[in-house]
Nanobody
Framework: QVALVESGGDLVQPGGSLNLSCAASGSIWSIDSMGWYRQAPGKERELVATIITGGTTNYVDSVKGRFTVSRDNAKNAVFLRMNNLTPEDTAVYYC???????????????WGKGTLVTVSS
């Protein structure tokens, strides 16, 4: 089994910054990609940022220039640096990973339980 555990969610004022972390553990052969999704109250879950093993990143337009995703492949960890936060960034942020549990298995998607980010004055 594979577990993803997020940390770093908090209450922050508009214009502030926050760092999220996520570590994957368990039966892991390799991780094809890791990233972050978020779900605001009353809205569907949306992709925020992803990073593949080679380092290529992808961001939703609303966070480009403000958020930075990075990864520590040796530690099976992914991070999200969030700057210039606005109330529209308020959401539960979920860690996501595409994990191969052995060289013979296709990658499967795993999710963390989420960490709450609240941007409010």
């Amino acid at each position: 089994q594979v577990a993803l555990v997020e940390s770093g969610g908090d209450l922050v004022q508009p214009g502030g910054s926050l760092n999220l972390s996520c570590a994957a553990s368990g039966s892991i052969w390799s991780i094809d990609s890791m990233g972050w999704y978020r779900q605001a109250p009353g809205k569907e879950r949306e992709l925020v940022a992803t990073i593949i093993t080679g380092g290529t990143t992808n961001y939703v337009d609303s966070v480009k220039g403000r958020f930075t995703v990075s990864r520590d492949n040796a530690k099976n960890a992914v991070f999200l640096r969030m700057n210039n936060l606005t109330p529209e960034d308020t959401a539960v942020y979920y860690c996501h990973a595409l994990v191969r549990r052995s060289r013979w298995m296709a990658s499967m998607a795993y999710w963390g339980k989420g960490t709450l980010v609240t941007v409010s004055s």
